[in-house]
């Protein structure tokens, strides 16, 4: 998954702000299709990207490996030959769907002042044709790290 940090900084006019570093999150193990095979040869937790999970669930996680800085995920999306300005383009969007459709419940817990500050985190899978999808909006993003990249993002 990919987690990208938006500061929203007013809601009139509507404000916000994308954060260059993200935060790229790997599975633990490779996908596996559930509808191939047998039922007992699915390992359920194996497609979790959460890192603090994962260190808990398996003693070899190793976060170098599973949580990249936004220039390895920009250079590996180069390397496979897709465009960055596609995706970018699309989570852009999302991102301005997301706050659009939040707007007026936002306006209505800020009944004093249309100024506010507030940290979201979208996190976001890419399928193999670039296509972006939103997982989940996170108003109250995680403070907890797995260190690396992940300690730098959040400190």
């Known amino acids: 998954s990919v987690g990208i940090y ?6 009139q006019p509507l404000e916000a702000w994308l954060h260059r570093e993200m935060l790229v999150l790997l599975c633990t193990k490779p996908y596996q299709d559930p509808y191939q095979g047998t ?7 194996a ?3 959460n ?10 996680y190793d976060a170098r490996e599973r949580v990249w800085t936004t220039d ?8 496979k030959g897709l465009s960055w300005t596609y995706i970018e383009k699309q989570i852009r969007e999302i991102a301005a769907f997301v706050l659009l459709a939040s707007r007026q419940q936002l306006i209505r817990a800020s009944k004093k002042s249309l100024r506010l ?3 979201w985190r979208l996190d976001f899978l890419f399928d193999d044709d670039s296509k972006v ?4 909006a ?13 300690e730098v993002l959040k400190t």
Not at 133 to 136: G, H, Q, S, T
Request: proline share 2%.
């Open 6 to 11: 938006l500061s929203v900084s007013n809601l």
């Open 39 to 45: 039922s007992s040869n699915i390992e359920l937790l």
């Open 47 to 49: 497609h979790l990207t």
């Open 51 to 60: 890192g603090l999970l994962n260190q808990r669930l398996d003693a070899e």
């Open 72 to 79: 390895r995920l920009l250079a590996h999306i180069k390397k």
């Open 117 to 119: 500050f507030s940290h």
């Open 133 to 136: 999808w939103l997982l989940e």
């Open 138 to 150: 996170e108003i109250v993003p995680s403070t907890g790290t797995i260190g690396g990249v992940d």
